[in-house]
């Protein structure tokens, strides 16, 4: 497998992480070999240091250092919040125009943080697909803006206003994501890191890197009627 690379300079370098695969190793999956840590590496010749995480089934902007001290800077970036972030994402039902979820979140441990995410609707579709006790499906395709970036944030954010992350078994509609195996044959979960715009930690200067949406993303677009 090579990976997608969006930017790459002398300090640090970019990949577009498909779907499905694991940043590094981790204890809670043990069912796989492939990490993209690993893939990088082998794939440009160097080490590589990841800056931030990206679920394993999110897609996206996923941002490497290639070296410990800009590795250290630009996760000072990302916990002070200077990073902007932009997802997509096909959620149940029709969502408002736009809105802010604010909703804090508690961690494994019990602690209770503060977390903010805003958003606005690019489109909405009605398909004639009966389902239950419903005639038709709705869905909505959204943009999200993460103002805090806590663990799971915009998937269990956007289940708590009952908008649910198509794909998100966690978080997410069992029944839904049912559906959409069965139906379409999807197996993954739309959210995709669109965007991320940060400053470069050594030449100073503003960087937006941006993911194209990958092929599983765009077909289900398509499958929905959700033109962008």
């Known amino acids: 497998m090579n990976l997608e690379i969006l930017y790459q300079d002398d300090f640090i ?3 577009n992480k498909p779907h499905g695969l694991l940043v590094h190793r981790s204890p809670i999956a043990t069912n796989t070999n492939e990490f993209a840590v690993q893939i990088l590496r082998n794939q440009i010749g160097k080490w590589v240091y990841p800056a931030h995480r990206l679920d394993r089934k999110t897609s996206g902007v996923l941002l490497f250092a290639l070296n410990e001290k800009v590795n250290s800077l630009l996760q000072q970036q990302f ?3 200077k990073v902007n972030k932009v997802y997509h994402a096909i959620v149940r039902g029709f969502t408002d125009d736009e809105g802010i979820i604010n909703y804090p979140l508690k961690k494994d441990e019990g602690t209770i943080q503060e977390a903010i995410t805003r958003y606005k609707t690019i489109a909405k579709s009605e ?3 009966s389902f239950g006790k419903h005639a038709t499906l709705r869905y909505s395709l959204v943009e999200v803006f993460p103002e805090t970036g806590r663990m799971h944030q915009i998937r269990k954010h956007f ?3 009952f908008h649910p992350i198509i794909g998100d078994r966690p978080h997410g509609c069992n029944k839904q994501n049912k559906l959409f195996k069965e139906k379409w044959n999807m197996h993954t979960m739309l959210l995709h890191a669109s965007e991320l ?3 470069h930690p050594f030449f100073n200067k503003k960087i937006i890197v941006k993911a194209p949406l990958h092929k599983e993303f765009k077909r289900m677009l398509f499958e929905l009627n959700l033109s962008v």
């Open 13 to 15: 370098i970019a990949i």
């Open 79 to 81: 916990f002070e919040q």
């Open 127 to 129: 398909i004639d697909v």
């Open 159 to 161: 289940a708590h206003i």
């Open 197 to 199: 715009h940060f400053t």
